[in-house]
């Protein structure tokens, strides 16, 4: 953490000497299994109130006799910081986007997307394989044991976990946006609906 630090005064020095410089803030999505979004969320707790953590999602997602499992973390802060979360996420086989404010002000009714094996991207993309665990469902009737023994096997399958950020253009079809990824058991972030405290 006090390399991090160290960082961020060196590339806020360089950036500039002006009384009036004010540090610009970012949001960023990270997605992967449960052990990186603990890193990263402690991550951002040691940060010193310079990233905050918006929320974090457990999600299982159902397919037949298999459960995904990931996680998904949201953030707000310095954008050096978030920069550097995005680096560490991604040497890490993460899934990472951040959205600075200019897109915002820029693209419409921006959303984000967070599922597996999502195939297209607009605004930005970010996918990771081999990050979701699979578990035997829990309505499949098996001794534990078995269970157990099988669970290899279905880990070995590599599923993509992607992070996906997009812009609607027209304000009509965000409801049928939300619509279809609600459909396909896709997590969707409207940004309409975050609010951030400086």
């Given at each position: 953490m006090i390399e991090d630090n160290i960082r961020v005064l060196r590339q806020a020095a360089m950036v500039t000497t002006d009384d009036s410089y004010k540090v610009e803030k970012s949001w960023c999505i990270i997605a992967g299994n449960a052990d990186l979004?603990?890193?990263m969320a402690y991550k951002a707790i040691a940060s010193n109130h310079n990233v905050k953590i918006?929320?974090?999602e457990h999600v299982i997602l159902n397919e037949g006799k298999l459960d995904k499992k990931f996680d998904f973390i949201m953030l707000?802060?310095?954008?050096?910081?978030i920069n550097d979360f995005k680096k560490d996420t991604k040497q890490r086989g993460g899934a990472c986007v951040s959205i600075?404010?200019?897109y915002l002000v820029e693209?419409?009714?921006l959303m984000a997307f967070v599922a597996p094996e999502i195939s297209f991207a607009i605004v930005q993309e970010s996918q990771t394989t081999s990050?979701?665990?699979i578990d035997i469902s829990n309505e499949v009737k098996l001794p534990n044991f078995i269970k157990s023994a099988l669970k290899p096997f279905y880990n070995a399958n590599e599923v993509v976990l992607s992070t996906i950020l997009i812009s609607v253009d027209d304000d009509l079809f965000v409801n049928k946006v939300q619509s279809i990824a609600t459909s396909n058991r896709i997590f969707v972030i409207d940004f309409k609906d975050i609010v951030t405290e400086d």
């Amino acid at each position: 953490m006090i390399e991090d630090n160290i960082r961020v005064l060196r590339q806020a020095a360089m950036v500039t000497t002006d009384d009036s410089y004010k540090v610009e803030k970012s949001w960023c999505i990270i997605a992967g299994n449960a052990d990186l979004i603990d890193a990263m969320a402690y991550k951002a707790i040691a940060s010193n109130h310079n990233v905050k953590i918006l929320f974090r999602e457990h999600v299982i997602l159902n397919e037949g006799k298999l459960d995904k499992k990931f996680d998904f973390i949201m953030l707000y802060g310095n954008s050096i910081i978030i920069n550097d979360f995005k680096k560490d996420t991604k040497q890490r086989g993460g899934a990472c986007v951040s959205i600075p404010p200019k897109y915002l002000v820029e693209e419409p009714n921006l959303m984000a997307f967070v599922a597996p094996e999502i195939s297209f991207a607009i605004v930005q993309e970010s996918q990771t394989t081999s990050f979701i665990n699979i578990d035997i469902s829990n309505e499949v009737k098996l001794p534990n044991f078995i269970k157990s023994a099988l669970k290899p096997f279905y880990n070995a399958n590599e599923v993509v976990l992607s992070t996906i950020l997009i812009s609607v253009d027209d304000d009509l079809f965000v409801n049928k946006v939300q619509s279809i990824a609600t459909s396909n058991r896709i997590f969707v972030i409207d940004f309409k609906d975050i609010v951030t405290e400086d």
